[in-house]
């Protein structure tokens, strides 16, 4: 298994707070990715990066910022959280090589009461 | 834009084969995927296969890639009770470090 780790594994917060989820890898992998999984929508990408301190936006990007401060944290956080925020993310992350594919962490449950 | 299509459901006896298939819309694709994702946990990356190939053999699995129709089928030979899960197609762009455009999803079940 790709060296993913994801923290918190699940997490329940009120709405207006912020929340920060933080995504480790131990592949020196240069790309990684936040996705988030809601049911009839499959995984939708909400942030990249390609390298440290160098990402751009997803599909769903509203309403979330990240951090690449070191080639193996990607943290995503959510300033205020909203009740629509309540989701699972996964974390994935890809080498530069043709051969490379993307790899997933283990995910984190939120709920955003 | 981009999107990708799959069936929500499959149940299929054990030992049947089973067939879960794929629509992409974005011609430029160079990389489908199919991820696994049994319950409570991350995606599993069970094949992919790059756009020149039509067909991609590995044990028990057979992808088949139909680019002028835009179609991708995942055959699962001998199918499991172990094989229960959510299947997720996935395209991505030019560059296998692009982003991944997934389906819904397909949730197998197998029964005895």
């Known amino acids: 298994d790709a060296g993913i780790t994801q923290s918190p594994r699940h997490k329940v917060t009120e709405t207006g707070t912020p929340v920060t989820l933080r995504c480790h890898q131990t592949?020196?992998?240069?790309?990684m990715y936040w996705y988030r999984q809601d049911p009839g929508h499959g995984l939708r990408l909400i942030h990249y990066?390609?390298?440290?301190?160098?990402?751009d936006k997803g599909e769903v990007s509203d309403g979330y910022s990240v951090s690449r401060s070191k080639t193996e944290d990607f943290l995503l956080t959510l300033e205020s959280a909203t009740s629509s925020q309540t989701s699972v993310y996964f974390c994935?992350?890809?080498?530069?090589?043709?051969?490379?594919?993307?790899?997933f962490g283990p995910g984190t449950r939120l709920t955003v009461l | 834009g981009e999107d990708v299509e799959q069936s929500l459901f499959l149940s299929v006896r054990e030992g049947d084969s089973s067939v879960i298939n794929c629509t992409y819309t974005?011609?430029?694709?160079?990389?489908l995927y199919w991820y696994k994702q049994e319950p409570g946990a991350g995606l599993q990356l069970l094949t992919y296969?790059?756009?020149?190939?039509d067909m991609k053999q590995d044990q028990r699995l057979t992808v088949l890639l139909n680019k002028k129709d835009k179609h991708l089928s995942l055959r699962i030979a001998d199918t499991q009770t172990g094989d229960s899960a959510i299947y997720f197609c996935?395209?991505?762009?030019?560059?296998?470090?692009?982003?991944?455009?997934f389906g819904t999803g397909t949730r197998l079940q197998v029964f005895p």
């Open positions: 974005d011609s430029s694709s160079t990389y």
């Open positions: 990066s390609y390298g440290v301190k160098d990402t």
């Open positions: 994935a992350i890809n080498g530069q090589k043709s051969t490379d594919t993307q790899y």
């Open positions: 592949e020196n992998h240069r790309y």
């Open positions: 996935a395209e991505s762009g030019p560059n296998n470090t692009d982003k991944l455009i």
């Open positions: 296969i790059f756009s020149n190939m």
